[in-house]
């Protein structure tokens, strides 16, 4: 226990409060401003002369953007995965990561349901999923699942964030104060009563009994998109568990990285602190040691048999043109962070940052490799199309678009650490009460 | 004489008109000759009458009366609703016969349908594939529409209704309806479906002025013709619903040369290239007929007849490969 | 279709000096074999007898030229009987984008028509222009019957070709025509040839050998005769309905099942019941929850008071 019994309340409420962004912080802002901006644009030429901005064509007719949708549905399950799961399971040193991952979870979700929209042909006539909807398509399951994911994720992290609220508006600070009305509203019935209480961790444990098959459904269901058609690279009963596994991977990934950032930008090292890296290290093993397991599953099986269909899609990922994203994908994204975490050193908040960004990097380009190829080997030959339509590589516009999701979940995640604690002052109180008694 | 005979009165009923035909050669002369119908195979209800009258001759110089509907070389047909194009023609179930073996890949299918529907250029609803299934087989060319499965796999994830299966067994796009998911195209074995990914040409030829038929499609969207193709939405060979309730085959049928398509209707036990008529299941029985990847249980509307005894060498529709193709056989 | 990027933009020149290279070399080829194909114009005209009633000329006008064949669309023609005397017309008419047109002999005529067994049909455009194109055919006044035979059980199928000569009805031998079932607006040989020719009465029998076809719900099915272009008759045209076929009822219980490819409102029962009862246990959850919050919000404010 390297946390030192010391710390007074006064001290840990001012250690935890939001804090003005700094210098780096309106920098960092920014920039991530900026990327949306440039992709609203490339959105906006989109809109306007249809989706013949992207590189999609008839075959590759699935591209960066539901990779990245996917990879979003996967980061998001992590909210679960933390929150839930671990206070379950009752891991004593949760506290400091689930606020974390609720807020990224609450982000990813967002974007995940924003891209999708960005994919669609007709993104006006988005409500006749909802006057002609089909139950029978997994798209439809998709939509109910994401939009009750995200409700239970921002209900979860709303309830875990109340008495905090209430401290904030206490303290008379004025980085808190010009927010006093939002936080009025949303927290001032909170008298901190041992009733309220009771009912408030009630409703967190149902939340979180609930939000666990809620989250295998988002990316169970999202699998199904692929797993439910014919193609040679999709055609598989093994996807659903293969994308949750990866999501697990992807998403505790996530939690490390922005773990380290936020320990450095807010200076938590006293509430973040190596033995939650190690912690976190080792739940890294075991994820990775399991994705890497689906995925021995899912491209070892099919290579054994080599069916006609297949043997096409798995040697142009083994050895043809998409063999140096695939074996990067599987050695930067599984094998070097397995062997690098394996170490006690590797599990320091540096390495342990730097496998993070490798795990989440390695993991964005496996979504990529799981949607592009597949749709390269249709059933029957790709003959008699244009020759831009054999080949994919994003466009400017879809590039852009999608690093500006990707910035607008980071921005999204910023503006919620602006105004919200990113570990919860209230549990870190009552961690610290427990302790001393 | 002059027959006042029409479609409200005497032969309204088909069924009475039928039995009322039973009864000698004599009625039959009377009672057709009463008919309105000029092409006796457009269904009746189908066309778009007038209820304005002409009067004409007839062959043995008696004057008779028919709807000036009858003037045009296709009546119009009558606008359907959507609910009507939804459903389909009750009692049809329509299938396609492909026979390989009179095919050289001429593409005179292809530019039909592709002028027909008003396909982006580049784009095709039929496709003619070099087809070489292994090392030591023979090529063969196969032409390749929508295979309007019984068993729909672009059906079943669709999540509007925006693509739907209807009775006469044919498997229809509602641009209007569709939201661009593209899931369709992502389900169906056999790459039949293409997306609008920019404005239709439609805008184009119109400005060419075109005849009048075609700035009427601008206005009026129908799910039977496809016509006009709409931005963002998937389209694909649709059996072309239209030419058959104006009693015309499918285009890519009637432009075949050499007869490679035959259309028909399950329920008639019938399969026509135009020029020959066929008995379905003596055809499918006797010339081997498959359907494509059985396996996967799609249940395609369309049957392939296999190229043996060919009418022209594999070689021959060479010159009509796209060179990119070349590289690109399947194997 | 706007630029994708530069690396793009580079690719399209390079493509598009290759396709300028490749158009070169081609029409240089092309010159050198031989003159470009002059645009050539057809015109074809028919006569259509329906039942031995109605008559119409159907005429069909295109160009050909190394392209391919196209309609001459929105063309206008004069068709006229026997002769192209303004008196003799039938129709001016005008063509559709299929380039057909389709003209029936108006009342006006009779006098003309009842005069001849024979007659002329001529169709042009307007004279003195430089398209000029002209067509005519001859046809004789003709006459097609179809009856049903049943000897013994066999069944057959008659029909039977006159034409008028010197104001008599003769029978018109060495007719071909097609007799059999209507399917799909065309003939299914109702024998084993696919066409039959008339003897010296002018009658072609042919013995059914298509077993039980399927008929309409009661068991009918459309038997017809038919001459396609024949040069003195032009087309002719019959059907009698017979109650030959099986019995083939409107079956939709296929297309009304409950089936994951139906319509939303035909969803599979089991479907709707898991995805409901999932639905409503996860919402009915949360909604639980919610007022559970709003109890938390009460005791707030009680305690105020």
Redesign the interface.
């Known amino acids: 226990m390297e946390k030192s019994n010391q710390l007074s309340e006064e001290q840990i409420i001012q250690d935890l409060l939001p804090q003005k962004f700094g210098r780096r912080g309106m920098i960092w802002t920014a920039i991530l401003i900026l990327f949306c901006l440039v992709g609203a644009y490339a959105y906006y030429r989109q809109l306007r002369y249809g989706l013949v901005v992207t590189h999609m064509r008839d075959y590759v007719s699935w591209g960066i953007y539901i990779s990245n949708f996917v990879f979003f549905v996967a980061i998001s399950l992590v909210g679960s995965l933390i929150t839930a799961i671990f206070r379950l399971a009752k891991v004593p040193w949760r506290t400091p990561l689930t606020r974390i991952s609720e807020m990224i979870a609450i982000s990813a979700i967002t974007f995940a349901a924003l891209i999708i929209i960005v994919d669609m042909g007709r993104p006006e006539r988005l409500l006749n999923l909802f006057t002609h909807g089909r139950i029978q398509s997994p798209i439809l399951w998709d939509v109910i699942v994401i939009s009750t994911y995200f409700c239970i994720s921002l209900f979860l992290l709303y309830v875990t964030l109340i008495p905090d609220i209430k401290i904030m508006m206490n303290v008379k600070d004025k980085i808190t104060k010009p927010f006093h009305k939002i936080y009025r509203w949303l927290a001032s019935f909170w008298k901190d009563q041992s009733d309220q209480e009771k009912i408030r961790d009630r409703i967190i444990t149902i939340l979180c009994i609930t939000i666990i098959p809620v989250a295998f459904c988002i990316h169970t269901v999202t699998s199904w998109l692929f797993a439910t058609t014919y193609r040679p690279g999709w055609d598989s009963t093994n996807f659903g568990a293969y994308f949750v596994s990866g999501a697990f991977l992807v998403g505790a990934g996530g939690v490390v990285v922005a773990m380290y950032a936020f320990r450095r930008a807010y200076k938590l090292e006293r509430y973040i602190t190596d033995m939650h890296f190690d912690k976190m290290g080792r739940m890294l093993v075991l994820l990775s040691l399991l994705y890497l397991y689906f995925n021995v599953n899912e491209y070892l099986i099919p290579a054994f048999k080599m069916k006609k269909s297949e043997a096409s899609h798995l040697t142009q990922l083994f050895s043809g043109e998409y063999a140096p994203m695939f074996w990067f994908a599987i050695l930067v994204g599984m094998i070097i962070p397995i062997f690098v975490l394996l170490f006690k050193k590797g599990r320091k908040p540096l390495p342990m940052f730097i496998v993070g960004i490798m795990v989440v990097v390695g993991a964005w380009f496996k979504r990529y490799l799981i949607v592009t190829p597949t749709l390269l080997h249709p059933l029957l030959p790709m003959q008699e199309v244009p020759e831009s339509y054999h080949i994919y590589f994003p466009s400017w516009e879809e590039w852009s678009i999608s690093l500006g999701s990707l910035a607008g979940a980071l921005l999204i995640i910023t503006i919620l650490a602006r105004y919200f604690p990113v570990i919860s002052i209230f549990k870190t109180l009552e961690d610290e009460k427990e302790k001393s008694a | 004489m002059s027959c006042k005979c029409n479609k409200e009165e005497g032969c309204q009923n088909n ?1 009475s008109r ?1 039995e009322f ?2 009864s000698g ?1 004599a009625a ?2 009377v009672a ?2 009463c ?1 309105d ?6 269904p009746e209800e189908t066309i778009a009458l007038t209820g304005e009258k ?11 009366e ?1 709807d000036k509907a ?5 009546p119009d047909i009558t606008h359907l609703t959507n609910k009507q194009e ?1 459903e389909g023609m ?2 049809k179930k329509f299938v396609m016969v492909i026979d390989l073996s009179r095919c050289k890949n001429l593409k005179k299918c ?2 039909a349908c592709n002028h027909a529907h008003q396909v982006h250029p ?3 609803w039929v ?5 070489d299934d292994a090392d030591h087989s023979a090529p063969y060319w196969q032409p ?1 529409t929508c295979m309007h499965c ?4 672009c ?8 693509t ?4 006469d067994g044919i498997v229809l796009i509602d641009s209007n ?7 369709c ?3 169906c ?3 039949t ?7 239709p040409i439609q805008a184009v030829v119109t400005d060419n002025s ?2 009048q ?2 700035m009427d499609s601008k206005q009026h969207y129908s799910c039977e013709t496809s016509l006009p193709q709409k ?4 389209g694909k060979c649709d059996f072309c619903p239209d030419m ?1 309730r104006k ?3 499918p285009h890519c049928v009637s432009a075949c040369p050499n007869g490679v398509f035959m ?3 399950m ?6 290239n ?1 020029a ?4 379905f299941s003596d055809l499918i029985k006797d010339k081997a007929g498959y359907r ?2 059985e396996d ?1 249980g799609t249940k395609p509307s369309v049957y392939y007849l296999p190229p043996v005894n060919r009418s022209f060498p594999f070689e021959s529709g060479l010159e009509n490969q ?1 060179p ?2 070349q590289m ?3 194997k | 279709m706007k630029k994708k990027n530069q690396h793009n933009l580079v690719q399209l020149l390079l493509f598009g000096m290759l396709i300028f290279f490749f158009a070169g070399s081609n029409i240089v080829e092309a010159q050198e074999k031989s003159e470009p194909q002059p645009v050539k114009k057809y015109l074809t005209l028919k006569y259509f007898n329906v039942a031995n009633r109605q008559q119409y000329l159907l005429l069909n006008a295109i160009t050909k030229d190394d392209k391919g064949v196209s309609p001459q669309q929105n063309k206008k023609f004069s068709i006229y009987i026997d002769s192209n005397d303004p008196a003799n017309l039938i129709a001016t008419v005008t063509t559709n984008k299929m380039g057909a047109a389709k003209a029936f002999i108006p009342p006006v005529q009779k006098a003309i028509w009842d005069s001849s067994a024979k007659h002329i049909f001529l169709a042009e455009t307007d004279m003195g222009t430089d398209d000029e194109q002209t067509q005519e055919i001859e046809i004789i006044k003709s006459k097609i019957t179809i009856d049903t035979l049943n000897e013994d059980g066999v069944r057959s199928i008659t029909a039977q070709v006159m034409k008028l000569e010197n104001s008599e009805w003769v029978p018109a031998p060495e007719v071909e025509l097609k007799i059999g079932i209507v399917r799909m607006g065309k003939i299914l040989s109702a024998g084993d040839e696919p066409t039959y020719t008339t003897d010296s009465s002018g009658i072609a029998t042919v013995e059914l050998t298509k077993d039980s076809l399927p008929g309409d719900e009661n068991g009918n099915y459309i038997l017809a005769a038919k001459v396609e272009d024949n040069d003195e008759l032009g087309n002719l045209f019959i059907e009698k309905t017979v109650n030959w076929g099986v019995p083939n009822q409107i079956d939709k219980t296929f297309f009304n099942q409950r089936t994951l490819w139906s319509t939303a409102n035909r969803t599979p029962g089991w479907l709707l019941f898991a995805a409901y009862a999932i639905v409503i246990g996860v919402w009915g959850t949360l909604i639980y929850l919610i007022f559970q919050l709003l109890k938390i919000k009460r005791l707030g404010r009680v305690k105020v008071k």
């Open positions: 069924n039928r035909l039973l050669l039959t002369m057709v000759g008919s119908k000029t092409s006796p195979f457009i002409v009067k004409l001759l007839s062959v043995d110089g008696e004057v008779i028919i009858y003037l045009k070389p296709v939804r009750a009692g292809q530019s580049g784009q095709n496709k003619v594939l070099s087809m390749t019984d068993e729909p796999p059906v079943k994830v669709c999540p509007v209704d925006a739907f299966k209807r009775q309806r569709c939201i661009g998911c593209r899931f195209m992502a389900a074995p056999y790459t479906r293409v997306f609008n990914w920019e404005d075109m005849p038929e075609n931005k963002g939405t998937v058959i009693g015309e085959l259309f028909g209707d329920n008639e036990d019938a399969v026509t135009g020959e008529t066929y008995r494509l990847m996967l796209l990119a193709d690109n056989h399947s």
